[in-house]
């Protein structure tokens, strides 16, 4: 049976970009996502860029999240963001544990359970982010890693929680390396994540967005979403230039 879910190809700044180039960069993007009404598009620009292109993306079909927030509501904690401020900020979705916050800033998944409690309580949606080592898929450990990982910051929530819920896969081996996984090494990770899914919340788990995220690019995107489990692309490097995300964008169905 043919899946309902809306495709979803976000990109995913990192720490990159001048002011100059995300304004440039979002009003590219908004161009090329309105040729595509059967596909959404999503920007994670860094903070301090948020509110530039949420002014640039409003009354369009792009989305906005931030890469992060804090595990505290509000408060005397200098240097951190709260979800309510991001609320604020105009986004609407939170990247929560991707795989350099979980590996170089060692991120516990009882912290990121934490963040993703926050996020909800705002309302917006949460992006759960899992994901091996090279080490764990070598020793036959994948799949147990990853729904550890989701277990770990999911299995608590409430069934209507749920609707606010996405997950990207991102196998920690393929981010940033030009070595995407296979499509069908990515599909069978996405089916045993919706497998998964399905006895935390029946209901969730055929609407449950499931995005594939590691060296994505126009090359090979079209394999990978033709998966039946593969929802959408989580996108670094190739999301950073124009010509590359347009493409993406074109691509992503
Ligand atoms: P790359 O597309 O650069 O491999 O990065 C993937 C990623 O980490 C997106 O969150």
Redesign the pocket.
């Known amino acids: 049976m043919a899946n309902t879910r809306t495709p979803l190809i976000a990109g995913?700044w990192?720490m990159n970009l001048s002011l100059a180039e995300a304004t440039a960069l979002a009003s590219a993007v908004k161009d090329a996502a309105a040729k595509y009404t059967d596909r959404d598009v999503l920007l994670y620009p860094t903070f301090l860029q948020l509110t530039r292109v949420a002014e640039i993306v409003k009354g369009s079909r792009v989305l906005l999240g931030a890469q992060n927030c804090s595990a505290e509501k509000e408060g005397a904690f200098t240097g951190e963001i709260a979800a309510a401020q991001i609320k604020d900020a105009g986004a609407g979705y939170i990247?929560i544990g991707?795989?350099?916050r979980r590996h170089i800033l060692k991120e516990s998944d009882a912290f990121l359970k934490t963040k993703i409690d926050r996020v909800l309580d705002e309302g917006l949606m949460a992006m759960l982010?899992v994901g091996e080592t090279l080490d764990e898929r070598e020793s036959g450990r994948a799949e147990t890693v990853v729904l550890n990982q989701l277990n770990a910051a999911l299995s608590h929530l409430t069934k209507d929680a749920w609707k606010h819920i996405a997950i990207?896969y991102?196998p920690v081996w393929?981010?940033?390396?030009?070595k995407n996984a296979t499509p069908e090494d990515a599909q069978a990770m996405h089916a045993a994540i919706r497998k998964r899914i399905a006895l935390l919340n029946a209901d969730a788990a055929p609407t449950t967005r499931i995005l594939y995220?590691?060296?994505?690019k126009p090359d090979n995107v079209a394999a990978l979403m033709a998966k039946e489990d593969i929802d959408g692309a989580?996108?670094?490097?190739?999301?950073l230039k124009a010509e590359s995300f347009s493409e993406l964008i074109k691509l992503a169905k």
């Open positions: 995913n990192k990247l991707h795989s350099e982010c990207a991102e393929a981010i940033g390396t030009g995220g590691g060296s994505v989580l996108v670094g490097g190739a999301s």
